[in-house]
């Protein structure tokens, strides 16, 4: 099964522009820090925009920007700006109907995989990015 990193690396962007304090970052010195390609940065940079978290300054000492206050822009609102829902998938392939189990296991899976869902929502729109670089601040000197 294939993970995707597009939500720590949209987190870790953002951790960059709120340490900036307004100063416009470049997606190469963005791509630095994340160790990774530019062009990486910029698709998720565009990602981040469409969703309003951020912006772009055009032109000489331009770069990106947070397009609102870090307090204001949950780990939530970057979840569902860089990935795609569900959090949570069933078997690939039905399970086998003949068997107990498997025409059982749907329904109830569905069910609990909604209330973890919710859960994860409510947890995810509690933490902020202010949240984030203030604890990434902490571990400085750690």
């Not at 597009?6 to 962007?13: L, S």
């Not at 069910?111 to 949240?131: C, H, I, K, Y």
Request: net charge neutral; charged share 20%; glycine share 8%.
């Amino acid at each position: 099964m294939s993970t995707s990193t597009r939500f720590a690396v949209a987190i870790h962007i953002l951790t960059s522009l709120t340490l900036r304090e307004g100063q416009a970052v470049r997606s190469e010195d963005i791509a630095h820090s994340v160790n990774t390609n530019p062009t990486v940065v910029r698709r998720i940079l565009g990602a981040l925009a469409s969703a309003g978290l951020t912006q772009a300054q055009l032109g000489v000492g331009g770069g990106a920007l947070l397009a609102r206050p870090a307090g204001q822009i949950t780990l939530l609102d970057i979840y569902r700006a860089v990935e795609e829902p569900p959090y949570f998938a069933l078997h690939r392939v039905p399970p086998n109907p003949a068997c107990h189990i498997g025409n059982r296991i749907t329904p109830v899976l569905e069910q609990e995989f909604a209330r973890l869902s919710r859960d994860l929502e409510l947890s995810l729109g509690q933490t902020t990015m202010a949240d984030i670089a203030s604890r990434v601040e902490e571990r400085r000197g750690a």
